[in-house]
């Protein structure tokens, strides 16, 4: 057979030489080349048995390198001896011209050059050389412009040099390539326009200058692109007017229609016509068809011979074979090449005649058939290609959740499962509560080290209606969130546009049976590549577009549910196909010069083998299988435009069969044809399983899909089985596929990425334990390791599917795809790796599959800082100069001291997280490790261990090491501080015993914490003393200090390669004290007077030792750095003024932290502290020496400046006092004589209080006593009882920490470097086991993998660290500027809190009279009988609102002084006479008064009858109303009917804390009570707006108050609509029907309705109102008063059902940041940022309504203080927010109102909580109105209208006016005589304070002249003076 080839290829090449002209003779051109690095490679391999082609990329073509190989003389005259007449050869510009100009030319290149054009001379080779092909030299690229002129340079220099040797030249081989190197900036028509000007230059040059002896000249142009280059004039020189002949890329398909010489015959349309040469002649799916190759060839030979084609030559690469002989030299051969054509040798005759004729499918079942099951399921393991793509998938509908979140339209798949009730009744409605966890799932992937994550877009996330009319910036921002972490963590997005999820409203009007849906996707898709393109260079427009084809609209089986299999499948494919087009046609034109993206499409497909394989009729079944899968979107897509024909003819030919329309295949036009193909730049694959495919069953009228396809679907039993029925395990089935599709249709040309693969777990399988899926996985990716090495495949990706466990459509969640464990039914959704995660994270590590082996680390990061030389310290005094931190710190006021700082760490800041070994590892007897004494004490009897607790297993890090490094990397830390245990390495203590597997374990774990950039710091002692040791006497053995410096020795020498920070020990002073003094710890010696210092004193000499060891052996080479880790709590002075107690605290810290920092770090020595109070108490003790041991001065001079760095470790704070203890027996801890005791407000915590203020003040203790040396918190953290994920005490502990080590660093100059919090996860601590939870991370300790879950801690330390600090939000940052000209500022009272008068004229009783009068009601029995007694204080009022330059006044007028009893049956006019005046001295003060009818203090007597919750007072509120109307509404303009109708009802009627007091309905009265408050509010404003308006012309509404609410865990979706419920129970209770629908917010209703039939009631609790009160109540009103005060944080809380209260009706429970800062009242905390957050809430949920701000305001408790600077942080920052709702985002916001004009009484609290601006001194009978610093802050807000620039200078608005003075009342007083005087009453009383303090001051002298005159015989000592503590402060 072989040599018939021959035959008639030597045949045919003889006749085309034969009958060609080559202008005037007759040389017909077949070329091969050029020489590429592979055929380089292949042929100077003298044993290589496989032969090469001389086809090749242009990117892999061979650089001319002197000396040339040996082998090319030989195998060029091989190739002439083939036929081969001409060679082609590229020359590269720029390494013949490095600079870009000839005038320097690289000589070497030159001359390398010259000498390979000479030697394809020598073999009678002509040379055809192309002039460029891939990049210019650098700078020749600056300008498009430019470029011609630099070519025409270069192609002379090119002529000049080498045309005496070429006589065929090209400018051009690959216009494309070449535009890549053009300036960007311009368009492709541009860039065309430059190629053809140069072309045409060094055209003419060349025919000028050196075409004398008849060379020519061309430009290579791809075949498919010459019709539209003849189109354009600027570019029809290169086919035409500037060639000499016509050369061509041309890629020919066997399985075309049209054949070759028809193609060709096209060209000769070109006028004049041109003679064509093939440059390259790329044959497709000819592989196996000898026969077409024949018609191929012989239609060439006839075209030629009829002159059809002026074809003067060819590219033959593809059929030369060329080999390597060690014998014969470089053999080249076409008949070797020929039969490479066909596929191996064929068994059997059918084998070989399916071969003739066979497919793409089989030639590739061919290629597998006859493979063993040994043979086809070897296991590969070797690595990827580099830069190969690791990554897993999700989908948009699968994970996000957030259904209606953020404006989001509903999709199909919302309808779908709310219709369906998919399987376990779930729906997509949150999922997996992706869209609020974007960091935590981009956490998942760092821990994976996913490469690629491929995520869709919700279309109507994006877009609700699917229209790009009505964009969603809400969805807009959760993708670039994702994104941009993405790319922050270095992940590449791979971005889908559509996964299945059709917005609903589109769906509506037909979905994708809509042609509309086209342009509509378009639009879409061009939106996302505008908006995202920037960042995303991997888009895929449709995932699996044959899954809503098929199941969406022909099985029904998915959204939308559609069954219609015949019709509306094909017809949404159809549209899917040209949606996909146009989408990738307009990225083409529009976005890819600037975004250099690339779009694909993902399909799925299965694989299909032959249920028979000896059927024919199976085999053809398959085929069509495949076809009617994949190929119904590929091949249009990759092949011709247009459907398979296998499909086309199927769907035919059953029609005809069924003499009916069975199944409608819709047509493409020709246009739409040219749209499709090519439209793709890669081709995304899913696959999961393979199938047996049979022949169709009967019944093919059916409109099935399998009948329509005419094959039937099986699997074989015995492949494994997975969750998913239509799964099975078939690992070899993908490598065939991939096989298929790149033969099929990407062809090599095309890059594969493999997008979606992976299989599910069940729900009752264990499912972390997913042994199965890591076995799937690792056999899958062997298959398409071979599908890559051995059959040569394009594959660039493999994503799993999926990143975690989602919404699977049909089967709900029961099927479990994700590497990660979702728990759905915890509301926050925690995810937790799996194994097959870990397994994963390891194939991506190693780039595929390889044997675990030990790897070469990564080059070791550099220590974090480089030890210093330091001054010897001088030891401490007693008290330390460091006393000078309490004398700067303990007068702060607290809200100084606790006001978070904003800012940042520096640069290369250590942001770690540590662990020990003892408590993380387990493996206790594991791989040869010896016991410890912790080993030893647990497994003892009485151990004192919680639960009898082990370390056992502990964590089980010993063989979870990937586990660990997955979290690591997760947390984003670079650093991890860890131990090693000394008995893992050293069985028994010593070096000749060690245990090389555990030596192993920390190189695996060092070497992979290096190669994810993370700093190992490793301790060498944390507690864990070998026990072998211990038997010989433990650290009491002075032989241990040698042991310990040989043990670490072996760790330096071993691990100091990679280790750069080192710690000798951990806490020593817990080893000494609690190991061998209290005897809790082992080894349990209680000798507390005498052991502890011992042990400490072997201690410090044995971390001398190493650190010497380390200084002299290691150091100048491993340039680490080396100290230990000490720890102590802050000592707080109880009392900071006295110098005892100042001594003591000191004391303390110098007995915990100086036992060990003094003799290292100052003097070599113990402090004087320890050393006077130890020496003296044991002389005290009649002993002869002291307890505290001594060093000789050597040992001092050793010991001494031991330590590199500072490494602390502190938990918490202590007050600290004097005492004198007992003497006996012997103690260190009474050695101390201290008192410990802590502030019952710190915040309690299971094992000690969390005091951040105090790492603040123990880092500057550090600072002041040791110097500036640098410090690491090296242990920092709190340990909580229950293992609850959201750790909300965590993240705040470790929030107010950091902070105040952040202003250790930025504000007091502490050189801090780094911070580790304790610890990484759960573990064994210590006495209390596993009942204590340290862990960023949770660890199920019963479950046997340990598996570690994300607490909400790790994601907020991950925050920190990625921030590096706290830097301030940019939406906090802080805003000058100016309100809007006329807006209003105000204060604002009310009647019972300021008026007093409680009896006078004639006033009734209220509510608040009878309350506050009642027992055990009101703080400190308090009442309003006098108040501030403003009822006779107008004057002193009124001035002090002008000390505030306030425009308004915002007051109450009490009901029951208006109208005594409540009705109008009696009106007292001396009631209403006090508010005429009232309002008469504001109108005359220009103030405009601002009435308020209603605030709280409701007339007992209608209280008496029901009060608000008897519907007749409503009327009653309407008539009240009516009289405030007619006798001030002629000058009152702006009315508040009611005040805070929450409180009213909620604390009124529901918790009882305000009046009336009530408390035994709290589930119906307080909404009976606010139905009625609603109702009256609304009559009263008819009331005003029918009748009055239009005279008084004045505004009236209500003001309703509102916290605002910030979810707790804001990636929790049940903590979001927490905080959305709190929002609507407080505020929207009764906006909502005011404001909106004249009813109550939906969630009130059907929570309240909901909770009222499950507690067995027979409707709701909630009143209803009629559609009447309805339409009457909505919009009655003029604005939206509003009082707000705070924030707070939600969760979710549910209540039982029997438990019925608006709290359990709400269901929702709130708690404060602990870093905000705090007031006087226990509800308020200090949170500006929500104030902006509820306005915009308000504009957004009403409508952006006309806002007056009523309240707003902060207290204080404590002693009366002038200077309110809490005061006016609060008020400052408050305002800023509300400037920026009104500058930055359009909140109509009119006014703003200060709460409150003066200090008054603040309800159920009395007196105790002062709101107020001016201060009222209650101990003066006048009550003056002192202004406090915050009134003159305010004023001067008011006079600025805002915040003037300061950048612009002083503004004049800003000067203060002469100081406002205290008010007094000007009324005239009653005269009394003084001393012959008449002096007021106020005046007298102030005299005679004067007369006695000066008679006390005469007596006090003469005392004091009658002592001194008794002392004058006797010599007096001086007296101490108490030190004088200055009150500074950072504030």
Known sequence: MESCWKALLLVILSASCQGFHWVSDRNFISAAGPLTRDVK??????????????????????????????????????????????????????????????????????????????????????????????????????TAEAFSDLFAEYATFAFHTFGDLVGTWFTFSDLQEVTLGLPHQASKASHLQTLTDAHRKAFDIYHKHYASQGGKLSVVLRAEDVAELLLDPFTSALAKDSTDFLSLDLSYDCQEVADLPQKLSELQNIEPQVTVFIFTLELQDCLSTRESLTTLFFGLLEAINKDKILLIGFDISAFLSCSPSSAEGTSCSLADSLALLTDQEQHGKTAAASALNGSAYQRVWEAFANQSKAERDVFLQDTFPEGFLWGVSTGAFNVEGGWAEGKRGPSIWDQYGHLYDTKGQATPEVASDSYYKPASDVALLRGLRAGVYKFSISWSRIFPTGLESSPNLHGVAYYNTLINNLLDSNIQPMVTLFHWDLPQALQDQGGWQNEAVVDAFLHYAAFCFSTFGDRVKLWVTFHEPWVISYAGYGTGQHAPGISDPGVASFKVAHLILKAHARAWHHYDSHHRSQQQGHVGIVLNSDWAEPLAPESPEDLMASERYLHFMLGWFAHPIFVDGDYPATLKARIQQ???????????????????????????????????????????????????????????????????????????????????????????????????????????????????????????????????????????????????RSLMDGFEGPSGFRQRFGLHRVRFEDGGRPRTPRRSALFFSRVVADNGLLPRAEKTPAPPRTAAVRPTARALAPRSEVPSKASVVWARFSAQPRFERDLVLAGSFREGFLWGVSSSAYQVEGGWDADGKGPSIWDNFTHSAGSAVKDNSTGDVACDSYHQLEADLNILRALKVNAYRFSIAWSRIFPTGRNTSINYRGVDYYNRLIDGLVANNIFPMVTLFHWDLPQALQDIGGWENPFLIELFDSYADFCFQTFGDRVKFWMTFNEPTYQAWLGYGLGTFPPNVQDPGWAPYRIGHAVIKAHARVYHTYNEKYRQKQNGVISLSLSTHWAEPKAPGVLRDVEAADRMLQFSLGWFAHPIFKNGDYPDAMKWKVGNRSELQHLATSRLPSFTEEEKAYIRATADVFCLNTYSSRIVQHKTPRLNPPSYDDDQEITLEVDSSWISTPTHRAVAWGIRRLLNWIKEEYGAIPIYVTENGIGLEDSNLEDTDRVFYHKTYINEALKAYRLDGVDLRGYSAWSLMDNFEWLSGYTIKYGLYHVDFNHVNRPRTARASARYYTEVITNNGMPLPKEDEFLYGQFPAGFIWSAASAAYQVEGAWREDGKGLSIWDTFAHTPLRVGNDDTGDVACDSYHKITEDVAALQNLAVSHYRFSISWPRVLPDGTTKHISEAGLSYYVRLVDALLASRITPQVTMYHWDLPQALQDIGGWENETIVQRFTEYAEVLFQRLGDKVKFWITINEPFIIAAHGYGSGVSAPGISFRPGSAPYTAGHNLIKAHAKAWHLYNDKYRASQGGVISITINSDWAEPRDPTNQEDVEAARRYVQFM?????????????????????????????????????????????????????????????????????????????????????????????????????????????????????????????????????????????????????????????????????????????????ATGYAERFGVHFVNRSDPSLPRIPKASAKFYA?????????????????????????????????????????????????????????????????????????????????GSQPTQQELSPISSF
């Not at 030989?74 to 590229?90: C, D, E, P, Q």
């Not at 069924?658 to 890669?682: H, I, M, N, W, Y």
């Open 1836 to 1916: 001067s807000v008011v006079r600025c209208n805002g915040f003037p620039d300061p950048a612009q200078g002083p503004h004049p608005c800003l000067q203060q006016p002469e100081d406002a003075k205290p008010t007094t009342s000007p009324d005239r007083q009653e005269e009394v005589p003084f001393l012959g005087l008449m002096l007021g009453t106020t005046e007298a009383q102030m005299a005679l304070y004067i007369l006695f303090s000066l008679v006390l001051l005469g007596a006090c002298g003469l005392a004091l002249l009658l002592y001194k005159y008794c002392r004058l015989s006797k010599q007096g």
């Open 1627 to 1803: 505020g929207g209770w009764f906006a909502h029907p005011i404001f909106k629908n004249g009813d109550y917010p939906e969630v009130m209703k059907t929570r309240i309705h909901d909770r009222s039939l499950a507690a067995g009631l027979s409707k709701s609790r909630l009143p209803e109102f009629t559609e009447d009160e309805k339409r009457s109540i909505s919009g009655t009103y003029d604005f939206f008063g509003f009082n707000h005060y705070t924030t707070v944080l939600a969760y979710n809380l549910n209540y039982p059902p029997i438990i019925s209260s608006f709290d359990a009706d709400r269901g929702v429970a709130s708690i404060a940041d602990r870093s905000w800062p705090t007031s006087g009242s226990f509800w308020l905390k200090m949170t500006p940022f929500g104030f902006r957050r509820i306005l915009n809430w308000l504009k957004e949920e009403y409508n952006n309504p006309t806002i007056y701000v009523t309240e707003n305001g902060v207290s204080r408790r404590g002693d009366p203080e002038l200077n309110d600077t809490d005061r006016i942080y609060y008020l400052r920052s408050y305002i800023n927010e509300a400037l920026k709702a009104v500058q930055e985002d359009k909140v109509d916001l009119r006014g703003y109102t200060v709460w409150s004009v003066m200090d008054n009484f603040e309800w």
């Open 41 to 142: 490679r292949t042929l100077s391999n003298p044993l290589g048995n496989q032969g090469s082609d001389s086809t090749a990329g242009d990117k892999d073509i061979y650089v001319c390198h002197q000396p040339l190989p040996a082998f090319l003389p030989g195998y060029f005259s091989s190739l002439h001896a083939s036929k081969i007449t001409h060679y082609k050869v590229f020359l590269p510009w720029a390494q013949l011209l490095p600079t870009g100009s000839s005038k320097s030319p690289e000589k070497n290149t030159v001359r390398c050059y010259r000498q390979l054009l000479e030697v394809l001379k020598a073999a009678q080779l002509q040379p055809m050389v192309v002039l460029h092909h891939q990049m210019p030299p650098p700078s020749t690229v600056q």
């Open 654 to 800: 059953i029609n005809q069969q069924c003499g009916a329309l069975v199944a409608q295949l819709p047509e493409f036009t020709k246009a739409e044809r040219q749209l499709l193909k090519g439209s793709a730049d890669f081709l995304g694959l899913s696959h999961y399983t393979s199938r047996l495919v049979g022949t169709a069953a009967q019944h093919p009228c059916v409109p099935s899909y399998d009948h329509i396809g005419g094959f039937s679907q099986h699997v074989d039993p015995t492949w494994p089985q997975t969750a998913s029925p239509w799964i099975r395990v078939v690992p070899w089935g993908i490598r065939r596929l991939l096989r298929f599709v790149s033969m099929e249709y990407t062809k090599g040309r095309v890059p594969i990425y493999l997008a979606g693969h992976g299989m599910p777990i069940g729900e009752s399988e264990d499912d972390l334990e997913d042994s199965l899926r890591v076995d799937y996985f690792s056999q899958y990716i062997s298959e398409v390791l071979k599908a890559i090495k051995e059959d040569s495949v394009d594959v660039r990706s493999y994503i799993v």
